[in-house]
């Protein structure tokens, strides 16, 4: 068949004698001899050569006088909240059916609890992780249980778990975090040496920062930090299930002074990391769920072996100067190149040499009367 002939003789069309469906408005030829009863819009329908139009009369004021039954309203209160709840439309649907098979089991809305004596009801039955809150310069920081929340990480993700011992390099997966270098020099290091495959557990933590605005004009930021292991390969840490939260940072726009707001960040990671600090310092006792069903309790080694952040954060965290436009000396906490050559795409980047660093932080570290002894001195 050529693509311009007619293909239509198999679809179904209605009868050249079904009704006519469509809405049609009255035609008013003479306006001044409309009566004064007001009408809604009609409906006219053609059936062969005759039509029938049935107006629906209102009072003489205008408007009409329904009168609702009960679930009639009950109906439409449940619809408006949940329209200006912004819930999409298809979920009155699924309230009510819900609510349906629930009176069919014998349940009454009457009994229904409210979300607090739920919530009280569900932590009785369920452990959940108490969140902690610390106040730091008139702010509130909330932490999370490191020990709690990696337990619950490893009895979400216990299937995706690879484990990770010192003979288990260059076998596979090349491209894994497991599988390099850095693991292997994590094994030589004195808190590892007496790592036992039987009893112990290798969880590298992999650390996530970046804020985010919490309102409409991005006014008050909120910087989440969360974790993972790299015991996961990189499917599952692209997973937002595999990751769970340590803590929030809040803003610190209420400090003026750039030091002051420094070190509120850096207390502020203090308090949050405080639990992984002492779970580095000793080593807590997990449960792993094994292929067979079973479980065993091992001792988790939980060195740090990636920060993830972009460069702001990453400069805050080292405490770097925020000075990445024009007359920056560095434009990189990592490179030497300043901002002069930032544009030439065949500069060879040459990076920070570590006995710099060492001397820019033995210099930040000096009192003041030691910086004035140091000026003293100099001819």
Not at 13 to 40: A, G, K, Q, R
Not at 98 to 112: D, T
Not at 115 to 134: A, E, G, N, V, Y
């Amino acid at each position: 068949m050529s693509e311009f002939e007619d293909d239509s003789s198999n679809e179904e069309f209605p009868p050249l004698d079904s009704p006519d469906t469509t809405v049609h408005l009255p035609v008013l030829e003479n306006i001044t001899n409309i009566e004064s009863t007001y009408y809604s819009p009609c409906t006219t329908t053609h059936y062969g050569g005759t039509s029938r139009t049935t107006p629906t009369e209102l009072n003489q004021t205008g408007h009409s006088d329904p009168t609702f039954t009960p679930a009639e309203i009950c109906s439409f209160e449940l619809m408006d909240l949940l329209d200006n709840a912004g819930c999409p439309l298809n979920t009155y649907e699924q309230v009510v059916c819900l609510l349906r098979k629930q009176e069919k089991l014998g349940f009454s809305y009457s009994r229904a609890h409210s979300r607090d004596k739920l919530l009280c009801l569900l932590r009785q039955k369920f452990h959940c992780p108490r969140i902690h809150s610390t106040t730091i310069s008139k702010c509130e920081v909330f932490s999370f249980p490191f020990k709690d929340m990696l337990q619950d990480l490893i009895d979400s993700s216990w299937k995706h778990l690879h484990s990770i011992t010192p003979h288990s390099f260059g076998h596979s997966h090349g491209d894994e975090l497991w599988n390099s270098k850095w693991m292997a020099d994590t094994f030589r290091l004195p808190t590892h040496n007496d790592f036992n495959p039987d009893t112990d557990v290798m969880l590298p933590i992999i650390l996530y920062l970046d804020k985010t605005g919490t309102d409409v004009l991005q006014r008050y930021s909120l910087e989440p930090l969360l974790f993972t292991t790299a015991a996961l390969n990189r499917e599952s840490r692209e997973n937002r299930r595999f990751w769970r939260h340590l803590g929030f940072i809040p803003s610190a726009k209420s400090t003026e002074d750039s030091r002051d707001s420094l070190q509120f960040y850096h207390k502020c990671l203090a308090v949050i990391l405080n639990d992984f600090r002492l779970a580095q310092q000793n080593p807590p006792i997990v449960r792993i769920k094994l292929s067979n069903g079973t479980s065993r309790n091992v001792k988790a080694h939980l060195p740090i072996m990636i920060i993830l952040g972009d460069q702001v954060s990453q400069d805050t965290l080292c405490c770097r100067r925020k000075a990445n436009a024009g007359g920056a000396g560095r434009v990189h906490r990592s490179c030497m190149c300043s901002y002069l050559s930032t544009d030439d795409h065949e500069a060879c980047c040459e990076s920070v040499p570590i006995d710099l660093l060492q001397h820019m932080t033995l210099f930040s570290n000096r009192s003041i009367q030691e910086m004035e002894d140091v000026i003293d001195r100099d001819p």
